[in-house]
């Protein structure tokens, strides 16, 4: 399978550029998604790799050759779209085996393909039904199917599940993340849903305004967020973010923010120091703060209650801190009453630091 490799590739409209040199790397059989916030140039970039759109500057390189000049049939590669637009009066068996047909293939060849690929997506009992007598779930596998008979080496999908319900979305969620077990195939997907992104990827690419924020492993990117933007997009409910001062007492930083005032550790400490910042964005996530009456204080944030959304196993509830908003993870078993004041501990190995000058983590 073919190494895809971009290279400064920028992208212009007109005199607007809306991708600003994306460098990016996919091995052989990866996962790759492409995340980010509504018009960051996900699609832009994935269409640039399919040959649907020209390239304005940069190249990109399909095990090692350049092809920004190619056709798109001649780059081995197949789409899956977000409106997958069956053909209506064909069944499932002639919508999957279009191109093949097109092509002439061999019919036993064409049948063979059909079934293998409809016995890994669970369509064999659908062969022979139209569109409009399957479900919305099943659609969009007759439209991977259609992608995947085609014997490509690369799988490009553009937010493939965006049609579908909360429901089914989760659902396919899970069927994709099984069928990608079966098929060894480089896969490139591209999606706004930082879960999508999560369950997935082999690695996430955030992206936003037409450049790469980072990339790597969802776990990679979700301990170590390299900038506020990263940090505040992945996890749901949001990291928290509190600005705070640096302050010093007998050899003992402390960041005091509205309402707390936290106990940096060694590592920050050193960090700190280093950096000889006055000011730093504390970030915590909705998760790392633990409901603890008796947490000493100087280790622990106090919040009034505002709202608790009740979901289940788990409520979210959003609180107050001197002014500011904070969410927080919790057992719904956890006592709580709106108004009341709760103490929430913090351990400060969860704690993310940013510099308030550039938005970059302080690590
Ligand atoms: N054909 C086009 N003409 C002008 N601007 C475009 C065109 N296609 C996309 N854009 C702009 O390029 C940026 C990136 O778009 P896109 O790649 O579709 O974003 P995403 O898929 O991440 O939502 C957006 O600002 C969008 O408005
Ligand atoms: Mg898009």
């Known amino acids: 399978m073919p190494e895809i490799k971009l290279e400064n590739l920028c992208k212009s409209y007109g005199n607007i550029e809306v991708l600003h040199g ?5 091995q052989d059989a990866e996962f790759t998604v492409l995340v980010g916030p509504s018009g960051c140039g996900k699609s832009t970039t994935l269409r640039m790799i399919a040959g649907l759109e020209t390239v304005t500057k940069g190249e990109i390189f399909i095990d090692g050759r350049p092809v920004s000049k190619l056709e798109p049939k001649e780059r081995d590669l197949a789409m899956v779209f977000q409106d997958y637009a069956l053909y209506p009066h064909m069944n499932v068996a002639k919508n999957m085996s279009f191109a093949l047909r097109l092509e002439k293939r061999p019919k036993k060849e064409i049948q063979r393909k059909v079934q293998e690929v409809a016995d890994i997506l669970g369509l064999t009992d659908f062969l022979h039904r139209k569109p409009a007598e399957l479900s919305g779930g099943q659609r969009q596998r007759v439209a991977m199917g259609r992608a995947l008979t085609r014997d490509s080496s690369t799988f490009l999908f553009d937010e493939p599940l965006s049609n579908l319900d909360a429901k ?59 900038n506020k933007f990263v940090a505040g997009f992945l996890g749901t409910p949001p990291m928290n973010f509190l600005e705070a001062t640096i302050e010093e007492s007998n050899q003992q930083l402390y960041l005091k923010g509205q309402g707390f005032m936290l106990r940096c550790d060694e590592r920050a400490t050193a960090c700190l120091r280093r950096e000889e910042l006055l ?22 944030i106090d919040i009034d209650v505002v709202v608790s959304e009740y979901i289940g196993a788990q409520s979210v509830l959003i609180g107050d801190c001197a002014g500011q908003d904070v969410m927080v993870e919790l057992k719904s078993d956890t006592p709580i ?9 913090i351990d400060f190995q969860a704690v993310h630091l ?8 302080i690590a």
Do not use: W
Not at 337 to 345: I, K, N, P, V
Not at 354 to 361: E, H, I, P, Q, V
């Open 279 to 300: 000011k730093v964005l504390v970030g915590i996530r909705p998760c790392d703060l633990i409901y603890q009456p008796d947490a000493p204080s100087d280790s622990a």
């Open 354 to 361: 940013f510099n308030m000058s550039n938005d970059l983590a």
């Open 22 to 26: 994306i460098d990016l790397e996919m």
């Open 168 to 226: 089914l979305r989760t659902q396919m969620r899970a069927e994709l993340a099984m069928m990608r077990q079966r098929v060894h195939k480089n896969m490139i997907y591209v999606t706004h849903d930082q879960i999508e992104a999560m369950t997935l990827a082999d690695r996430i690419v955030v992206m936003h305004g037409g450049v790469i924020q980072q990339q790597g492993t969802p776990e990679e990117l979700f301990k170590f967020p390299k």
């Open 337 to 345: 009453a709106l108004g009341e004041r709760l103490r929430f501990s």
